[in-house]
Structure formats: structure tokens, C-alpha cells
């Protein structure tokens, strides 16, 4: 079975221009969750998605937008993008929310380089 | 507010020895944690879990001791192979909200 799936692998953009990012879950699971990892740190979290709603948000601005299609794929989209937005963006899906014993499956991520 | 900790950015140990990655937490609230393996280019894996009605977890050459009093929990890898070199993150899934807290990792280098 397929895992997480990520595209683009690798993006360059420059500043202030808008980006959109994939996701598809792995078959079966209906949560899908946005992190950001910058180098050095953990993921931190951007949004979760179930059933095609918004369950949760981190503390990330407004530039930071997502929605969830109903075959659960996602996506990411940063507007008027910042130097700062560079970072490895990962997607995790996983079954259920909340269950016992939840744990996030990851896809191989999308590397953002804003120049 | 980092709710979980991981105070060793790098560690290095020779092939066949033992690898111990430490992790701390703040909140009591959690009552499960995780531990992922990445490496370059691939997003985190699974690696191990523990409840907190439990103090250790084994599972092959990886076994995870939770220490609640002390909001502390260890990953222990025996023997240490080269391919075990990735960066390690432990985690704790959310008690209340969605969002999974992770540390920032631990990069180990094991030298054949």
C-alpha cells in the first residue's frame, strides 16, 4: 500500500508569490495534518483536517491556508510568502482523531526555499 | 511554549555500544509519547510508543523507559548500528486540541 504521499518534492519561490502544496493520505485514513519543520527544530503544527473540516490550527498567520478534498487529499497554501516561510512542510495522515494510542503517519515532506 | 524537550542536539556513539536519547516534558496532561526516526530527504517514521500506565516498552534493540515523577522519558538503542545515524524526535499526541507536540530532535551518529 501506498504511503503518505507529497508533491512537489522541492520548491523555490521568491518572495511574496503564493504556493500550493499535496497531500494524499494513505488509503483508508480520513485525518490529514500540516506541520512545518525548520531546520534544527521539530515539526510544529500547522492544521488538521477531518472529514473535509478544519479540526485544529496552530499558531501560524493567516498567509497559512488549507482545505481537505472529499477523498481526503489536502492542501497547503501560503500566500505572500516571507524568507522565513523556507522550511520543510510535512504532511502526516492517520485514521481516526484522538483515538488511543494515535500516531501520525508522515509523507517525505515538500523543502520550501523562499529567495 | 516548548512542552516537549529534547536538550542534546547531536550525539555520537561507536558501533555496538548503547544509544541513549533523552526527552522531558512539562505537562503532566500527556499520558502517551512517541518516538520518531528521520532521515535526510524522508519525513519522520514510527519508531516506538509507551502509555503512561507503563514505565517500559521494548521492541527488538529499541526499548523506551518513561519516568512520570520526573516528566522523563529515554530511548535506549543496544547494539548501536551504523544505520540507526538519523535524527530522533520524541512526541506526545494531543490531551485536549489536535496538534502532536514534538521535540527538536536528536541527531545521532553511530561510527562503524
Known amino acids: 500500500d501506498a504511503g503518505v504521499t507529497q508533491s512537489p518534492t522541492h520548491l523555490i519561490k521568491t518572495r511574496g508569490q503564493h504556493v500550493t502544496l499535496r497531500c494524499s493520505p494513505i488509503s483508508g485514513h480520513k485525518s490529514v495534518s500540516w506541520y512545518q519543520q525548520v531546520l534544527g527544530q521539530g515539526p510544529q503544527f500547522i492544521f488538521q483536517?477531518?472529514?473535509?473540516?478544519?479540526?485544529g490550527r496552530g499558531n501560524f498567520p493567516d498567509r497559512f491556508s488549507a482545505r481537505q478534498f472529499p477523498n481526503y487529499s489536502s492542501e497547503l497554501n501560503v500566500n505572500a510568502l516571507l524568507l522565513g516561510d523556507s522550511a520543510l512542510y510535512l504532511c502526516?495522515?492517520?485514521?481516526?482523531?484522538?483515538?488511543?494510542?494515535?500516531?501520525?503517519?508522515f509523507g517525505s515532506g515538500t523543502q520550501l526555499s523562499v529567495l | 511554549d516548548q512542552q516537549v524537550k529534547q536538550n542534546s542536539p547531536s550525539l555520537s556513539v561507536q558501533e555496538g555500544r548503547i544509544s541513549i536519547l533523552n526527552c522531558d516534558y512539562t505537562n503532566s496532561m500527556f499520558d502517551y509519547f512517541l518516538w520518531y526516526k528521520k532521515y535526510p530527504a524522508e519525513g519522520p517514521t514510527f519508531l516506538i510508543s509507551?502509555?503512561?500506565?507503563?514505565d517500559k516498552n521494548e521492541d527488538g534493540r529499541f526499548t523506551v523507559f518513561l519516568n512520570k515523577s520526573a516528566k522523563h522519558l529515554s530511548l535506549h538503542i543496544v547494539p548501536s548500528q551504523p544505520g540507526d545515524s538519523a535524527v530522533y524526535f520524541c512526541?506526545?499526541?494531543?490531551?485536549?486540541?489536535?496538534?502532536?507536540?514534538f521535540g527538536t530532535g536528536t541527531s545521532l551518529t553511530v561510527i562503524p
Open positions: 483536517y477531518y472529514e473535509k473540516e478544519e479540526r
Open positions: 512526541a506526545a499526541p494531543p490531551y485536549t486540541g489536535n496538534q502532536f507536540y
Open positions: 509507551i502509555s503512561s500506565i507503563k
Open positions: 502526516a495522515s492517520s485514521p481516526e482523531v484522538g483515538g488511543a494510542g494515535e500516531k501520525l503517519f
